[in-house]
C-alpha cells in the first residue's frame, strides 16, 4: 500500500507563503484521491482540501482556505503539493496529507468535504506556525 511523507512546514509571518509536499512510495498516487487535514492545538482535525486522480474533477477547498490554498499533483514526482498563499495565524497546525485508493464513492467523497475516516492512509504530519 501506499506510503506517504510530507515536507514544507516552517515559520513564517502573516501575510507569506509555503508549499507543503506529500510524496508517494510504493504506489502511483495516480491510483489515489488526496486529502490535506491540519490539527491545531487542542481543536479537532480540519479537512483541508482535497484533489481526486481524474482531470474532470476540481479540487475543492474549505472555506477557511479558499482563494488562499491551492492543490496540485505531479505525476512525474509522485507528489501532491499544497500551495499556501496570505497566511494567518490561524492557519498554524500540524498538517497530514491523507489517501484513498480511488473509486466512485472515493471520489465523490472528496468532492464533498470529506471525513478524515474516509482515508486509510495517512502521513505524519508536518507543522506550519505563522506568527509575527
Known amino acids: 500500500q501506499v506510503q506517504l511523507v510530507e515536507s514544507g512546514g516552517g515559520s513564517v509571518q502573516p501575510g507569506g507563503s509555503l508549499t507543503l509536499a506529500c510524496v508517494g512510495s510504493?504506489?502511483?498516487?495516480?491510483?489515489?484521491?488526496v486529502a490535506w487535514f491540519r490539527q491545531a492545538p487542542g481543536k479537532d482535525r480540519e479537512w483541508v482540501s482535497c484533489?481526486?486522480?481524474?482531470?474532470?474533477?476540481?479540487?475543492v477547498y474549505a472555506a477557511s482556505v479558499k482563494g488562499r490554498f491551492s492543490i496540485s499533483r505531479d505525476s512525474a514526482k509522485n507528489t501532491v503539493y499544497l500551495h499556501m498563499t496570505n497566511l494567518k495565524a490561524e492557519d498554524t497546525a500540524d498538517y497530514y496529507c491523507?489517501?484513498?485508493?480511488?473509486?466512485?464513492?472515493?471520489?465523490?467523497?472528496?468532492?464533498?468535504?470529506?471525513?478524515?475516516?474516509?482515508?486509510?492512509?495517512w502521513g505524519q504530519g508536518t507543522q506550519v506556525t505563522v506568527s509575527a
Open positions: 510504493r504506489w502511483n498516487l495516480h491510483h489515489y484521491a
Open positions: 484533489i481526486n486522480n481524474d482531470d474532470a474533477s476540481m479540487p
Open positions: 491523507a489517501a484513498e485508493f480511488s473509486s466512485e464513492v472515493v471520489r465523490t467523497r472528496c468532492s464533498q468535504e470529506p471525513h478524515a475516516g474516509y482515508f486509510g492512509f
